[in-house]
């Protein structure tokens, strides 16, 4: 009965063939010829000369280049913290008895998610302005005029300055992941720990983090990969200025290729980016998976690991013992 319903091979193929194909020509093709043309000196045109590593090497010493990857990291951390976690506390509030009209919430929460970057950009640029900013004008309606500044010519506070909008815009996108995890908890666990004189605090640090564990490690794999290819709204808000204090990786490889027509260089640089993301996200992930599984499931990991070994060992053996006697 079941393999009458099975469908064939050929046809799980062809369902399969166009996404495929989409994925290759759209990501993998891409990355090939930026790989491809990264050992070339290339000005654009028909024109390259091939000069083998002399880019990678030039990039290894690029000071610019590591300011950049620093900044993202600065990023990384700081969307970490301000969009996972506000996000996480406004979805105890929102999940709290106490919260009325939680579908407005959520709506309204995830509205700025919507909007695109440029957008988001353009709206911060004006609430950093001297002149008519709202961060301005809030200073002189609390008497603090002497605080006033050129927001965005701040070298010591643009890099924060330029993560705010970034935290504020995704703290909804995050927020409705998370929310849909902590609902899936049954609410008898939380009723008893409540009636066992749990806190809010307390569920939330006891109960609902560990639950929500893997959903939380997948928003977190999302906040780097989404942080670490920033460029949108911080082109619009600093272009990577004043100078290069709010220059980021993305950025640096498009000023260099396209407003220095340096393509082969530019090109080295986007593979830089790639293998400097992947070893970002998997460290990261090996980290907070370390530091999120306690001693004995540690231990038991490492039991389960060498049972499985040892099976594959005896089917091995078992195999050549076949071979053998055949």
Not at 10 to 25: C, E, G
Not at 124 to 142: C, S, V
Not at 183 to 212: C, H, K, N
Request: charged share 15%; glycine share 8%; with cysteine.
């Amino acid at each position: 009965m079941l393999k009458s319903i099975k469908p064939k091979k050929w046809v799980i193929a062809a369902y399969l063939f166009i996404p495929v194909a989409l994925y290759i020509f759209t990501v993998f093709a891409p990355l090939v010829a930026a790989l491809f043309y990264s050992f070339f000196d290339w000005k654009g045109g028909p024109t390259k000369t091939f000069s083998g590593i002399a880019n990678y090497i030039a990039l290894f010493h690029d000071a610019e280049f590591w300011a950049s990857f620093r900044h993202n990291i600065f990023l990384v951390v700081a969307c970490i913290i301000g969009q996972i976690g506000i996000a996480f506390i406004m979805v105890m509030l929102v999940n709290s008895k106490l919260a009325k009209a939680k579908g407005i919430h959520r709506t309204f929460g995830f509205f700025p998610s919507t909007i695109s970057a440029v957008c988001i950009g353009y709206i911060w640029m004006m609430i950093y302005d001297y002149n008519k900013g709202l961060l301005n004008w809030f200073l002189d309606a609390i008497g603090k005029g002497d605080a006033k500044k050129v927001w965005l010519n701040e070298p010591g506070l643009i890099m924060l300055l330029v993560a705010i909008p970034l935290i504020w815009q995704f703290i909804g996108y995050y927020m409705v992941i998370l929310l849909s995890a902590v609902s899936s908890i049954s609410t008898e666990v939380l009723e008893s720990a409540e009636i066992d004189g749990a806190t809010g605090f307390q569920r939330a640090r006891y109960i609902v983090l560990p639950l929500v564990k893997n959903t939380i490690l997948v928003c977190i794999t999302l906040c780097i990969a989404g942080n670490m290819k920033a460029f949108d709204n911080i082109y619009v808000m600093t272009k990577g200025g004043p100078g290069y204090s709010s220059m980021v990786m993305a950025m640096y490889g498009y000023k260099v290729s396209f407003e220095q027509s340096n393509l082969g260089y530019g090109s080295c640089i986007s593979v830089g980016i790639f293998v400097l993301s992947l070893a970002v996200i998997g460290g990261s992930q090996a980290l907070l998976k370390y530091l999120t599984t306690d001693k004995y499931d540690r231990d038991e990991q490492k039991r389960l690991n060498q049972i499985e070994k040892e099976r594959r060992q005896a089917v091995k053996v078992r195999k050549k013992g076949g071979a053998l006697n055949v």
